[in-house]
């Protein structure tokens, strides 16, 4: 085995960590080092190094960001608690209460009775949001540690690869975003991309590293056109060029369906000066050497992102006909743009004092608080993830105050952005002068007026849940039905459950059905059966969510009353995978087909026939030749429970009708869309109707309903399509 050289590279670490700290907290750091030495000495990564090369290597990044001792400390210890017999006991004993609390926000919860794999990751992340809230610092260690993490993923099995990757850039790139660390954020995103996508990642990888000495020569001229230009009138002005981060590249390339050679921001100049004055000067001067394009300028300097991050950005077009981007601040701009909240140590007068430290934090505070009355655990990342994505819109008030929002946000998020009496009183809204609708989705610059009634008895509708995009609004429409409406949610709560159980035709006694609402009272941790319809009622918990388990207690208390549909032969506790990629309840080796009448894909509900000679036959349960009550049926007997195999990966083909509207190239604009997602195309075939509208049905091959789903999401996008549905036959 290699010998690694833990003192070496301790040293190396000890001799810049004693240029940054006094000879004190020095010592502290050393007395950390030797403890988590001790703690992990017959520890090994999967990479088979000694671990504790992870922590110093976690406690280096921490380092090179300026952050203080304490993280430091908290970054060396942060895996003992975890991963050691060291209690949290222990480490408050040997360092103190402060360092305790950020080891122990970074630590991950144990041994917790939870259902799924969603729902502890939703614990986790709740209780790193909860400790964020009281010391930033813990989620600045928690960044690096993940970080050092995805540097060494190469090292452990694909599908942990994987779900540590999506969970990088789902939750933690985009943190990092929010706290305006950009170096964590482009590293974060850049090697997750490369574990999710590698054929797009190496694609991008080469055309960048194929023109990488033009690319050097491009900003290395124009930086020199710029910096001759600019220091006339700025002599202080600081000029530097760069590419776009990969995964920038990446989400331009596969998210909105462009050619590498349609992203004019690949390059970029950053001019740095002293005050804003100047950064508006230099603007001019940038606008009058090159061709500005069109909708390409944003000032985020009079309207700073939620992270604080302040520049000018515009795209221009210089006598090459290459376009790039062109980035221009002050240098506490930079400072903030670079290191964001940690440049609150690192330059301790960076953020420009407490107030606005705390600003920064506001919106974290802002995330807990929607989530405190969450009935749905696994909501709780749902909602994380669609607040912590970067994209946002900037909108205003008739009055000219700038209110920022989630890309997609509507003038119902609007209205509750403002404030709650606001959205609760809301009957329409106006956008630039005109009536929008109530789901309508705001865009940049609009300026956006509420219309309100002050008549009682008014408030939200229970639709508003389903058609607003951020937490907060959704937050506070629960409250309102939660405060206002009781006896009616408990009503609308009972008959949501009711014609829910109707349309999946499952019958309960009286006795059973009572039996049934003990157990999911006491699951959604509720205090009687009233506040369980009633947060039903209200949306705090989604009836989607607890129909999974209503299944499975129907068959568990129904057929075990009225005995099984299955024939004599079939055991409940056995389930037979088939080569099919489904699970058969109770038949050993037995042949499975899917039916080409509905072509089910995994993710749709299912149900299997016993056909006479030829096996299983699997249906999607709303195909037509399923009937709606099997019970009814001619043969009862012979419809059987199946089930979609989670580990079995296969290739189903799904058939679609896609509606557009005739045009030269819409069939090699689609073909060329799936050619790029690597779509297989089994058949197509055209029809024109009689109002000049085309269909295109076409049968495709995919592994999943979220796979389609994505497929069919990205084809609607193309010009001159209206619609793609799947086909029901």
Known sequence: MENFDVEGLYSKFKESAEKQFQKEEVAEIEKAFRTAEAAHADQKRSSGEPYIIHPIAVASILLSLGMDYQSIVAALLHDTVEDTSISLSEVQALFGSEIAAL???VTKLEKVPLHTKEEQQAENIRKMLLAMSEDIRVIIVKLADRLHNIRTLNYVDEQKRRDKALETLEIY????????????KEELEDRAISFLDPVAYKEIEQSLSSQNQVHKDFLEKTRHVVSDRVKDVVKSAQIEGRLKSVHGIYRKMYMQNRDFDEIYDIYAIRIIVDNVIECYDCLGIIHDMFRPIPGRFKDYISTPKPNMYQSLHTTVI???????????????????????????????????????????LKWIRQLLDSQQDADDI????????SELVPDEVFVFTPKGDVVNLPSGATVIDFAYAIHSAVGHKMVGAKVNGRIVPIDYQVETGEIVEVLTSSQQGKGPGRDWLNIVKTSEARSKIRNWFK??????????????????????????????FSELLDKLVERQRCNNTEDFFAAIGYGGIPITRIMPFVREEYHRIVTTAEGSAIPPTATREKFIATSEGVIVEGINNCLVKLSRCCNPIPGDSIIGFITRGHGVSVHKRDCANVPDNIELSAEPDRWIRVYWDKAIKESFRASLSVLC??????????????ANMRVFINSVNTRENRDGTLIIYMTITVNSVEHLTGVTQRMEKIDGVISVERSKT
């Open 483 to 512: 405060r206002e409406k009781r006896e009616e949610n408990i009503i609308e709560g009972k008959q949501q459950i009711e014609r829910k159980l109707r349309r999946n035709k499952l019958r309960f006694t009286d006795e059973q």
């Open 661 to 674: 509207i005739s045009r030269v190239a819409l069939m090699a604009d689609i073909s060329g869309l799936l």
């Open 318 to 360: 210089g006598k090459e006909g290459i376009p790039f981007e062109v980035q221009i601040r002050t240098r506490e701009m930079h400072i903030t743009a670079e290191y964001g909240i940690a440049a609150h140590w690192k330059y301790k007068l960076g953020l420009g004092g407490t107030d606005r430290f705390e600003e920064r």
């Open 103 to 105: 080891v122990d926000g």
């Open 378 to 385: 696994e909501d709780i990342v749902r909602t994380i993830k």
């Open 173 to 184: 790139a985009p943190i990092a975003h929010r706290l305006g660390i950009r170096a964590l």
